[in-house]
């Protein structure tokens, strides 16, 4: 029998973690818990969302985890608490993603269907690389950023912690980004980025 799989989260990103997990191996065993009350007894893809974290230790005490997060900071912090609970954290690669053999994958991540990950690559934990985003050469993705899908970094950029690149963005050679740090869909990232701010345009500048 297939081994049971925690998937916590039970919103879109819950879905698509969900989706790739069974890509991988369709006769996985899926559980879903999540904190909301409201999310109780919903139905995600087939499977009922089952309790909070509270009944983690209880209900599944020896499953993996996998982070159906989509909030980064929520994501950051929720597999800070799991590994320090000392549970088995699991990382989802879509097996359309192609990764290079020299990558390293943070636990917790997920690497969504048509991504790229290319040579000495660093990705950090419970990050997200999204439907067919591209990473080339010698970038490194900090824990719990988000590279939307269609993002194409170039080789040497660095992302920081908590991140979210947007959707369809493109980010020049060597460029730095900072933690915490939101670039709107559709952006050219051409000079570095500092912490903890809003950008967005072509070229991408500070919106607020």
């Known amino acids: 029998m297939a081994e049971l799989l925690v998937v916590l989260g039970a919103g879109g990103h819950a879905k698509v973690v969900i989706e790739a997990a069974l890509a991988r191996q ?11 009350p409201a ?15 509270v009944s983690l230790a209880s209900n599944f005490p020896d499953a993996p985890v996998a982070l159906g997060i989509g909030n980064n900071a929520a994501r950051v912090m929720t597999l800070e608490a799991l590994l ?3 549970r088995r954290i699991e990382t989802i ?3 359309s993603a192609i990764v290079g053999n020299t990558v390293q994958i943070g636990a917790g991540s997920f690497l969504a269907a048509g991504s790229i990950i ?6 950090g934990r419970g990050a997200i690389i999204n439907t067919a985003a591209s990473v080339d ?20 950029v660095r992302i920081g912690d908590r991140t979210l690149v947007g959707v369809g963005s493109s980010v ?3 460029i730095a980004i900072g933690a915490d740090v939101t670039i ?14 809003v950008y967005g345009g072509c070229p991408a500048r500070p919106l607020r």
């Open 137 to 156: 050469h010698d970038c490194v993705i900090g824990d719990g950023a988000h590279i939307g899908p269609g993002a194409r970094l170039c080789g040497n």
């Open 172 to 174: 020049r050679p060597g």
């Open 39 to 53: 999310a109780q007894d919903r139905n995600i893809l087939g499977f009922r969302v089952s309790g909070t974290r």
């Open 93 to 95: 690669v879509h097996p």
């Open 26 to 36: 369709p006769d996985r065993r899926i559980a879903i818990i999540d904190d909301d």
């Open 84 to 86: 320090d609970l000392g």
């Open 184 to 197: 709107g869909a559709g952006s050219a990232v051409v000079c570095d980025l500092s912490d903890g701010q």
């Open 118 to 123: 290319t040579a000495d690559t660093a990705i």
